[in-house]
C-alpha cells in the first residue's frame, strides 16, 4: 500500500486570499494549453494566427469555467445546489465536471468560429490536441485535493485517503491523469500531425476520452449523491461519455 501525501490544498495566504493548488492546476494547465496552440499557429498552413489564439484563450477559459461548474451542478449535485445557490460560485472547494467543460468549450468554438469567420469543426480540430494537458493537470489538483477517490484495492498501489475509510482505494485521479492527459496528448498531438478529414481531430478527442473516462470509471468510486445511475453498474461519468464516443465515431467516419 502507498501512502497518501498529505497536501496542504492552500499554497499561501494573504488575509482572506487563499491561492489553492487545485486553482493553480487550472491555470497551469490553460496557460500551457495557450503556449501549445501559439506554437501551432506558427507553423505552416495552420490556418491560425498567435493573435487568433490569444484571443481563443479568453473564450476558453469562460467556456471551462462556466460549463466545468454548471456542469457538475446540474449533473451531479443538483438537489443541493439549488438549495444553496451561493454555494455555485465556490468552485474553490472543488467540482468540476469535466463534461460540463467540454460543452462549455464547445459553445466557447462556436462563438469564436462565427466571430472570425471560422468553421467550427475546423476549430475544434484545432483546439483538440490543446486540452489534454489542461486534463492532465487538473486531475493532480483532484489527487492534491484528495477528492475523486477510486474503490477499494488489494494492491499494493491502493491509498488510503483522507476521508475515505480506513480501506486502500485506487488513486483514480492518477489514472485519468495518464491516459486522458498524458496518453491521449500523445495520441492526438501524432494523429493531428498530418492532414485529416476535417472533424477527425476533434472526433478522435471525443472518443478517446469517452472511452478512457468510460474504462476508469470501473476503477472510480461513483459519486456518493448518486451512486449508479444506469443498469446497476453504470455511473453517470459513464453514462455521459456514452454520447461523446457516438458523435467521436461519427465525425472519424465523416469523409469531408
Known amino acids: 500500500m502507498l501512502q497518501y501525501p498529505q497536501f496542504d490544498p492552500v499554497i499561501f495566504q494573504i488575509g482572506p486570499f487563499q491561492a489553492r493548488w487545485y486553482g493553480m492546476m487550472y491555470v497551469v494547465g490553460v496557460v500551457l494549453g495557450w503556449a501549445l496552440g501559439r506554437w501551432r499557429a506558427s507553423r505552416p498552413g495552420s490556418g491560425w494566427t498567435a493573435s487568433e489564439m490569444d484571443d481563443f484563450v479568453t473564450y476558453l477559459i469562460l467556456g471551462i469555467v462556466l460549463g466545468g461548474r454548471l456542469g457538475y451542478v446540474f449533473f451531479y449535485n443538483a438537489s443541493y445546489y439549488l438549495s444553496n445557490p451561493t454555494e455555485i460560485i465556490a468552485v474553490w472547494n ?19 468560429a462565427r466571430n472570425k469567420g471560422k468553421s467550427l469543426l475546423a476549430v475544434g480540430d484545432f483546439v483538440a490536441p490543446l486540452v ?33 475509510g480506513n480501506l486502500p482505494r485506487h488513486p483514480s485521479q492518477l ?29 478522435l478527442f471525443l472518443l478517446g476520452y469517452g472511452v ?6 470501473f476503477a472510480r468510486e461513483p459519486d456518493a449523491q448518486l451512486g449508479f445511475v444506469a443498469m446497476n453498474w453504470m455511473s453517470m461519468g459513464q453514462v455521459l461519455c456514452l454520447p461523446m464516443i457516438l458523435l467521436g465515431v461519427w465525425l472519424m467516419s465523416r469523409k469531408q
Open 175 to 203: 489514472y485519468e491523469a495518464l491516459l486522458e492527459g498524458l496518453a491521449l496528448f500523445v495520441i492526438l498531438w501524432w494523429y493531428s500531425s498530418k492532414p485529416r478529414p476535417r472533424g477527425a481531430v476533434g472526433g
Open 94 to 112: 472543488g467540482g468540476m465536471s469535466f463534461h460540463g467543460g467540454v460543452l462549455g468549450v464547445i459553445a466557447a468554438c462556436a462563438l469564436f
Open 212 to 217: 478512457f473516462r468510460f474504462l476508469v470509471e
Open 132 to 164: 489534454p494537458p489542461g486534463l492532465f493537470f487538473g486531475r493532480l489538483g483532484n489527487f492534491i485535493n484528495g477528492e475523486l477517490w477510486g474503490r477499494h484495492t488489494d494492491g499494493w498501489w491502493g491509498m488510503v485517503f483522507p476521508g475515505a
